[in-house]
């Protein structure tokens, strides 16, 4: 099995998901999938399934197909599933209540634990069993609850700051939902969800099938 | 320029990020960038930028840039951005609710304009200037507003049937919250969001990171 950090980007892009669907095919009781079933559900070339894998060692024998317990144990360790991730929330607006309610039920062992906030009719209450700070305590309070993960959902004009005061507190991986580019500090892993550009992009590529679907029907006489 | 259904997809993608810098540096009074500077902001390889502006035709000359104003108003007509563009919202839980209120803001020309729902303290009322309708209301509702483009947050065991009755409406957009791959209808577009996936990725890459960094440091005695 490759080390952990040898892995290709777009391997491990793809093995959070990869997991999540061989869980569900453990809970149904499958014991086997061959990678051309297995790219039917995923939605990912057999070719390229069976190239992931191979990273992890010879886990798949031809006409027999992959070990979906062994499969799903490998990627749990990989992602390390089951130590549980404490989360820490910055900004809890719309947005950031709607992740306190969630809460990524979905995956017990994610947990938003902490919340700041600068509006003050929030700060010093608990939603959803989550204790909202201000933002004077977020360094102290991060540190205090060892967390290395955070979630920000601040304006775009707060977002630089925050990153810094992480990286002064110690989160190395921050998943970020204002949508300009940020100054990331040495050492920090950062995601972007960016819903206007997704939405955009959508419509955009959506319009495109659409022409080329009036195109063909166009060639078609 | 190229015909818009040529244009290759990963540069396609590129394009509502860099309508919104180029919109940025706009609103800035910055007339010209050379695609070195235009990297430094994007977080795109100035190479990567030459080649996806030069599917638009010559936009930019030597050592005096690309002019801001132009190439801005070639790519809000490739993205079609003074059309406004109604959303149809399914599912107004808590991040519905989310959605609802913030409304793509940044966007004027982004607008949810309806939402459904099977919760029934919720339909029939208006939240945030939007309707919202029971699900039994979704088709007749969405083709009455000519409505093409929708929003789904609802569970992945609705998630399936949701597609098919908007497809049935007319719809061939869809941005779609829940994480499990969907029959997608022939004709329409559909991009997922999965926010748990997102930061189990985070959390592995950064800890890959935090392994590279410490490799690193160890290497060098």
């Known amino acids: 099995m490759k080390n952990i ?12 998901m990869y997991y999540r669907y061989l869980k569900m095919l453990e809970e149904n009781q499958v014991q086997r999938i061959k990678s051309q079933e297995f790219s ?10 069976r190239r992931d894998f191979s990273c992890f060692g010879e886990l798949g024998r031809s006409g027999y197909g992959y070990d979906v ?3 799903e144990k490998t990627f749990a360790k990989v992602l390390n599933i089951e130590r549980l991730e404490k989360i820490a929330l910055i900004g809890v607006g719309n947005l950031g209540l709607a992740l306190i309610k969630n809460n990524f039920r979905r995956n017990p062992n994610l947990q938003i634990t902490i919340a700041f906030e600068v509006n003050e009719t929030l700060t010093d209450t608990i939603v959803s069993g989550v204790p909202i700070y201000g933002m004077d305590l977020l360094k102290e309070k991060i540190k205090e609850n060892e967390i290395t993960t955070a979630i920000s959902t601040v ?12 990286a002064a507190a110690g989160v190395h991986a921050v998943l970020n939902f204002a949508p300009e580019r940020l100054d990331i500090p040495e050492g920090m ?4 969800i960016d819903l206007t550009s997704e939405l955009q992009n959508l419509i955009y590529l959506s319009n495109r099938n659409q022409a080329r679907i009036e195109n063909d029907m166009v060639d078609q006489f």
Chains 1, 2 share one sequence.
């Open 5 to 16: 950090i040898d892995l290709p980007n777009a391997t491990a892009e793809r093995i959070p």
């Open 40 to 49: 039917k559900i995923v939605h990912v070339p057999s070719a390229t399934i």
């Open 69 to 71: 317990v062994f499969l």
């Open 155 to 166: 304006p775009s004009s707060d977002a630089n700051q925050v990153l810094q005061n992480l």
């Open 189 to 192: 892993t950062v995601r972007y």
